[in-house]
């Protein structure tokens, strides 16, 4: 009896408790909604469409430096963004207001969500220095737009505009000595230049393997300016890669259904069903042979793939679209995945360190997605991928096979398609008339 009397006043207790515990979070959320209602009662916050407002002011960054205006009535800082930064963290060092900071997020949400800004973007604020208040933030989106919000009449009004650069035609050619990579930078392009051409010849050039001291490139290509200054490079217009003295040519063009993609000559896309490699950076340590050494098992047998020898968790693509059939442990390979791509081909992928996010079997992959990451598990003496592609049931060279292309430009665009070709290698015979090959400008099959 004694027992059900202690229980009885224990939940008796828990009763008041959770009741006490109900009004203040009651009590709370109250007073939250309150400070809301305040804020948008005292600082409006709205948004107009871009068509509907124009500003008075063209788009211009300030200088590193805290600048003042003539009349010493407003002040211009910038900001460099850095990792982890909010933008409660950037606006609270210039001592702005958390009201005004809250009615700035109010206005920009249905433009751009300022809580995501990036590291490395570029923050401006334009401030009264009498009560030291925003008159107009502008942030640096993305290299092509900026979120500007500007105070009229006490209201923040918010839109999106085109950053407006100045296009100008670059060509640069260059002898490969070492690298592709070093011979970008000698020629005085970034890397990432590399890296974008590259890619147009992806599913021909395996740059890790195919690459010899004496190949060449062509490129002419865009360049962005802005009120004079350059600001970085653009897309590669159009391009040739000579490899073991094969010539391969690339042009860009986007049809008026605005698909874009890159052509030989002829109008035959460079695109193919697989990709050449499926790591973007890595070197062969071992080749396709019928008779290979195995450094575990200490005898000869047949090793019908390709070792990339690369660190441990380098990403690893799918070299075509497909199906995944297998990824999981099996035996020697380790952690592997196959895909099969239709009904002739599959690929597969071993040594894995570990599967990518989401990676298992009947999901579709699209070509260039990360399945994996290189390791050493099965029978491997360290990380690299063991990289394999099977026709019909039998294994094939992946190095000497050629994958079919995908599709041409349509017949319609064709009158379109030599009309740029030929506009292209006229500016390229204006900028520098020896990048010209004479065969491109013939439209000559390259390939």
Not at 149 to 167: P, Q
Not at 277 to 306: E, T, V
Request: proline fraction near 3%; charged fraction near 30%; charge should be positive.
């Amino acid at each position: 009896m004694k027992r059900v009397i202690s229980n009885i006043q224990r939940f008796s207790q828990n009763k008041k408790l959770a009741f006490l515990l109900m009004l203040l979070g009651v009590g709370f959320l109250t007073v939250i909604v309150l400070f809301f209602l305040y804020l948008l009662n005292n600082v409006e916050s709205r948004y107009i469409p871009e068509k509907k407002l124009k500003s008075s002011k063209k788009t211009k960054f300030a200088s590193n430096e805290e600048t003042l205006s003539s009349e010493s009535e407003t002040k211009t800082v910038k900001h460099i963004l850095i990792k982890d930064n909010t933008l409660y963290d950037v606006l609270r060092e210039d001592n702005i207001t958390l009201e005004e900071i809250f009615s700035l997020l109010i206005a920009s949400k249905k433009v751009y969500n300022l809580s995501r800004i990036r590291p490395g973007n570029t923050l401006e604020l334009e401030m009264n220095m009498e009560d030291n208040t925003v008159n107009c933030l502008r942030y640096e989106i993305d290299e092509d737009s900026i979120l500007i919000l500007e105070r009229l009449n006490n209201v923040f009004y918010a839109r999106k505009e085109k950053i407006e650069y100045e296009t100008r035609l670059s060509v640069k050619v260059g002898v490969i000595q070492n690298s592709l990579f070093e011979t970008i930078v000698e020629v005085g392009l970034d890397p990432q230049m590399a890296i974008n051409l590259a890619d147009i010849f992806a599913w021909d050039i395996d740059f890790y393997v195919d690459i010899r001291e004496g190949d060449e490139f062509k490129i002419l290509f865009e360049q962005k300016y802005k009120d004079g200054d350059f600001v970085r490079n653009g897309r590669i217009l159009c391009a040739e890669f000579i490899n073991q003295g094969k010539v391969f040519s690339a042009l860009f063009f986007k049809d008026k259904d605005g698909h874009g993609d890159y052509y030989d000559p002829k109008g035959n896309s460079l695109q193919k069903k697989f990709l050449k490699s499926p790591l973007r950076y890595s070197y062969i340590s071992s080749r396709y042979s019928r008779s290979r050494f195995h450094p575990i098992l200490k005898i000869y047998r047949p090793h019908l793939g390709i070792d990339y020898a690369a660190p441990k968790g380098t990403p690893v693509v799918a070299i075509g679209n497909g199906r995944i059939v297998f990824s999981g442990r099996e035996g020697g390979y380790g952690k592997i995945v196959k895909i099969k791509h239709n009904g002739i081909y599959t690929s597969m992928y071993g040594h894995l360190s570990r599967f990518a996010k989401g990676i298992k079997r009947k999901k579709y992959v699209k070509q260039g997605m990360v399945i994996g990451y290189v390791g050493s598990t099965g029978l491997a003496t360290g990380p690299h991928l063991d990289y394999r592609l099977v026709k019909n049931g039998r294994f094939i060279n992946p190095l000497t096979y050629n994958p079919p292309s995908a599709g041409p430009v349509k017949k319609k665009y064709m009158g379109d398609f030599e009309m740029v070709k030929r506009d292209m290698v006229s500016k390229l015979i204006r900028l520098d008339p020896t990048t010209v090959d004479k065969h491109f400008a013939e439209g000559r099959n390259l390939r």
